[in-house]
């Protein structure tokens, strides 16, 4: 935040642009006067040095509905001109575009006070972006409100002294695998470099989870600003309920700013592509399962797949932590399989390997998630042949793709929470499969069509494994459609206990009602 002495944006900056403001669309509850009053008040008290005229709050039309998101757009280009930039920058899939009437690029956290002491006046609807990588509308853009862009902030800080690292969330994943390199560390987070630091706050799957937990179990502080413009740090000495709700709690308690997490030492991994054609996927489905009976009791081992079902090719990243030269022990049941290729082999560090995966061929994707536990029968076979029976109504689509991504979750994984101060998802000690039912196409007519089968698709599931007595109620949070009640799958009081933090910290309901997007708790 500028000072006043700092304020190099002369006062009639701020006159100008509120003065040209002409639409008239949202209401607000106070009257214009009132309005007016608070926000050149709020200015005052932050050092910004404007005079707002009364014809920007619709002053000689005393009944005149508010337009207030650009009230708010005007005010805060005039407090730091706003990067002439597009709706679509950052965000992978264009099913996720929206139309923000402007967007707010902080470099620095009292740029972030600024913007939520403000809109906490205004009560401008906005999105919050780090990565962009979620695919649904709203969760991180938005239509016809603001949207506050966190890719400026990049920071990246190892402490040899206290084996963490704090991370901006500007940041993708890549971006802090990159910088942890020359000091041979990782942290527990995404598989995929161009993922952002928000996945922390669904849990997060990483490849480092089959022996050190999510994402978020390795969280040691959150700095938060929450609904009143105030940074807080949220850890197990300080506003510990608020650390434990973030762990999976997305966007319902503040904006994070920083993450602080746990480093590891990294030396040299194994691993890369492994391919099959679809005739396999039985033997595939298989070998998941014996993988996980046996394979994952390994904990250096993690694969994840993209079996592709709708273009006959079956992929599997397999990761291996140790300095090896050849397949272990863990991935026989995948080697048993004859491949069409294999890439795999040693790689000086982490960051080299996760270069290497499956390209995106289509411009729109979206998925659905189901969970099941690992059995003794032909389940996973079962599941992945009704996925493809499923996969098989997407010819009608241009560009129709249909990706699987069992993930297998192991109970070392689950269980790594017990000592890291616990988690909001209630998950049970069990081996299970997260179910990332993953779809691509090409044009936005077939939208709607998509999402339908989407939902029939994890419904389809969810029946089979009920009937079969092996369905679990979690829903992870990173792999949900948005249609899926993800934070009561957590259990009623897991979900009651994350309300009472919402209220505690966010007692007037900002990340329940201006930002709409996300998985909400109300």
């Keep these: 935040m500028q000072p006043a002495a700092a304020m190099q944006q002369p006062a009639y900056a701020l006159v100008l642009v509120v003065t040209l403001l002409s639409s008239l669309v949202f209401l607000v509850d106070a009257a214009p006067s009132t309005l007016q009053s608070r926000i050149q008040a709020y200015l005052q008290s932050q050092g910004v040095n404007a005079s707002i005229p009364a014809t920007a709050y619709g002053g000689a039309q005393p009944n005149a509905r508010l337009d207030t998101v650009s009230l708010t757009c005007g005010i805060l280009n005039a407090y730091r001109d706003l990067d002439l930039v597009t709706p679509q920058d950052g965000q992978l899939s264009p099913t996720a575009w929206g139309h923000p009437n402007c967007i707010f690029e902080p470099t620095t956290v009292r740029e972030i006070q600024f913007f939520v002491g403000l809109l906490a006046i205004t009560g401008s609807t906005y999105a919050i972006r780090s990565g962009g990588h979620s695919p649904f509308k709203d969760f991180a853009s938005t239509d016809h409100g603001i949207l506050i862009a966190m890719h400026k902030m990049k920071a990246v800080e190892y402490n040899p002294q206290t084996e963490t690292v704090r991370m901006a969330m500007g940041n993708t994943w890549g971006d802090v695998y990159g910088a942890l390199t020359p000091h041979q560390r990782i942290v527990v987070g995404g598989r995929l470099a161009p993922v952002g630091m928000a996945l922390t706050t669904g849990g997060g799957l990483s490849h480092y989870s089959n022996e050190k937990g999510l994402a978020s179990d390795n969280v040691v502080n959150f700095e938060l600003v929450l609904a009143d413009g105030s940074l807080v740090n949220a850890n197990a000495t300080s506003n510990s309920d608020l650390w434990w709700a973030m762990k999976a709690g997305q966007n319902n308690f503040g904006i994070t700013t920083h993450i602080t997490t746990k480093a590891y030492p990294m030396g040299a991994v194994w691993g890369g592509l492994r391919v099959w054609n679809a005739t396999q996927l039985d033997a595939v489905s298989d070998a998941f399962a014996e993988y996980q009976r046996v394979g994952q009791l390994d904990t250096k081992s993690s694969v994840i797949p993209d079996l592709v079902t709708t273009n006959g090719t079956l992929f599997i990243t397999l990761i291996y932590f140790g300095p090896i030269t050849s397949p272990p022990a863990a991935f026989k049941p995948f080697y048993d399989i004859p491949a069409v290729s294999d890439n795999s082999g040693p790689h000086p560090n982490f960051l080299d390997l996760i270069s290497v995966g499956p390209p995106q061929v289509v411009p729109r994707f979206s998925y659905g998630f189901s969970n099941l536990y690992l059995d003794n029968s032909t389940t996973y076979r079962d599941v992945m042949r009704l ?129 709409p997007g996300g998985f909400k708790l109300n």
Excluded: H
């Design 387 to 515: 996925c493809a029976q499923q996969g098989e109504k997407m010819k009608r689509v241009n560009g129709g793709t249909q990706v699987l991504i069992p993930q297998p979750i192991s109970k070392t994984m689950i269980d790594v929470a017990k000592r890291t101060g616990g988690r909001p998802q209630g998950l049970r000690s069990r081996a299970q499969l997260w179910m990332n039912m993953s779809w691509g196409w090409n044009l936005a007519k077939d939208d709607a069509y998509v999402y339908a089968l989407i939902k029939e698709t994890y419904e389809k599931v969810d029946a089979l494994t009920k009937q079969r007595g092996l369905y679990d109620p979690y829903i992870f949070l990173n792999d949900a459609f948005p249609d899926q009640k993800v934070l009561r799958s957590y259990g009623a009081d897991k979900f009651n206990r994350m309300v009472a933090v919402s209220k505690k910290y966010d007692p007037r309901g900002m990340f329940q009602t201006q930002v």
